[in-house]
């Protein structure tokens, strides 16, 4: 899955919004550990109000799946 289809795939899940919390992500992911999930994918990315920049997430995510 390349950077656009995950992008899609993000807003899609958040209903076409441009930013994404850290339980919706990980809701996205499968995953139940929020906190487990702001340290391994989001630290470190820029934020407004505990809500993270979709674009930003998925070059995030884009990069965890290449190493």
């Given at each position: 899955?390349?950077r656009?289809?995950?992008?899609?795939?993000?807003?899609?899940?958040?209903?076409?919004?441009?930013?994404?919390?850290?339980?919706?992500?990980?809701?996205?992911?499968?995953?139940?550990?929020?906190?487990?999930?702001?340290?391994?994918?989001l630290?470190?990315?820029?934020h407004?109000?505990?809500?993270?920049?979709?674009?930003?997430?998925?070059?995030?995510?884009q990069?965890?799946?290449?190493?």
């Amino acid at each position: 899955m390349n950077r656009q289809e995950l992008y899609a795939e993000l807003r899609r899940h958040v209903r076409g919004a441009g930013t994404i919390t850290p339980g919706q992500f990980a809701s996205f992911m499968g995953l139940k550990n929020v906190s487990r999930v702001k340290a391994q994918y989001l630290d470190g990315l820029d934020h407004i109000n505990g809500r993270y920049f979709i674009a930003d997430v998925a070059k995030r995510l884009q990069q965890e799946v290449r190493k």
